[in-house]
């Protein structure tokens, strides 16, 4: 019990890492294996990761429009990261993420007409830096290919488009994770695009002035007893 008093202040966290910023944040991955990639980048920041590859869970999408509607309703600019594959549906996300999350919109209250959707990865100098190895094909997860004129997509613009630029192959974002150090970089860099570094040493620092105090509190209520 002694131990716990001693250590209580240390849990104590009456306000939010986002409280003094002008943003709120979430980073959506396309496959698992970037959750934990991120994580070491995305933990002192205090962002939330999201797995939404396919059509994301309902809950998922649910959770993450609350969470944005919250923010977005206490005066920030509600932004999400994405990360996902290099090929044709890939490049082409934010409008499907948009769309996606809009779904919901009459269920949970919040539209993401305001949402800031930043596809930060993969793109084509990453993968030809980092020497990342394409896959020489356009399947999709249904097994079918986009590259194939018989593909009810591939006439689309968007398709058309990709083939132009970067011809019949792809690369899937797990391919990330042979290439640890240079993917928490990538990551790092897209959220220094709207939060500033120093931003995390501020917020310990406000964090350990209000538990000092609660520890002085707390020390003093013992004493008295």
Same mark, same amino acid.
């Given at each position: 019990? *002694?131990?716990? $008093?001693?250590?209580?202040?240390?849990?104590?966290?009456?306000?939010?890492?986002?409280?003094?910023?002008?943003?709120?944040?979430?980073?959506?991955?396309?496959?698992?294996? &970037?959750?934990?990639?991120?994580?070491? @980048?995305?933990?002192?920041?205090?962002?939330?990761?999201?797995? @939404?590859?396919?059509?994301?869970? #309902?809950?998922?999408?649910?959770?993450?429009?609350?969470?944005?509607?919250?923010?977005?309703?206490?005066?920030?600019?509600?932004?999400?990261?994405?990360?996902?594959?290099?090929?044709?549906?890939?490049?082409? *996300?934010?409008?499907?993420?948009?769309?996606? &999350?809009?779904?919901?919109?009459?269920?949970?209250?919040?539209?993401?007409?305001?949402? *800031? =959707?930043?596809?930060?990865? #993969?793109?084509?100098?990453?993968?030809?830096?980092?020497?990342?190895?394409? =896959?020489?094909?356009?399947?999709?997860?249904?097994?079918?290919?986009?590259?194939?004129?018989?593909?009810?997509?591939?006439?689309?613009?968007?398709?058309?488009?990709?083939?132009?630029?970067?011809?019949?192959?792809?690369?899937?974002?797990?391919? &990330?994770?042979?290439?640890?150090?240079?993917?928490?970089?990538?990551?790092?860099?897209?959220? &220094?695009?709207? @939060?500033?570094?120093?931003? $995390?040493?501020?917020?310990?620092?406000?964090?350990?002035? @209000?538990?000092?105090?609660?520890?002085?509190? =707390? =020390?003093?209520?013992?004493?008295?007893?």
């Amino acid at each position: 019990m *002694i131990d716990y $008093i001693d250590s209580a202040h240390l849990s104590y966290t009456p306000f939010s890492f986002w409280a003094d910023l002008d943003v709120y944040m979430e980073i959506a991955v396309e496959k698992g294996d &970037l959750k934990s990639l991120f994580a070491r @980048v995305a933990q002192p920041f205090h962002i939330p990761i999201q797995n @939404v590859g396919g059509w994301a869970d #309902l809950n998922v999408r649910a959770g993450m429009m609350q969470r944005f509607k919250l923010w977005e309703e206490r005066g920030k600019q509600c932004i999400l990261l994405y990360c996902g594959d290099h090929d044709p549906g890939g490049l082409h *996300i934010s409008g499907y993420l948009r769309s996606n &999350l809009a779904e919901l919109g009459a269920v949970v209250g919040w539209m993401p007409g305001s949402l *800031i =959707i930043d596809r930060f990865g #993969l793109d084509y100098d990453f993968i030809e830096t980092n020497g990342l190895t394409w =896959i020489d094909n356009l399947e999709t997860g249904s097994g079918k290919n986009l590259a194939d004129h018989k593909h009810r997509d591939y006439l689309k613009l968007y398709v058309q488009d990709y083939l132009r630029r970067f011809g019949a192959r792809k690369l899937e974002a797990n391919a &990330l994770v042979a290439r640890p150090e240079a993917g928490r970089e990538l990551c790092r860099q897209a959220i &220094l695009r709207y @939060v500033p570094e120093t931003a $995390i040493s501020d917020y310990r620092q406000r964090l350990a002035a @209000v538990r000092q105090k609660l520890q002085q509190a =707390i =020390i003093a209520r013992m004493a008295a007893e």
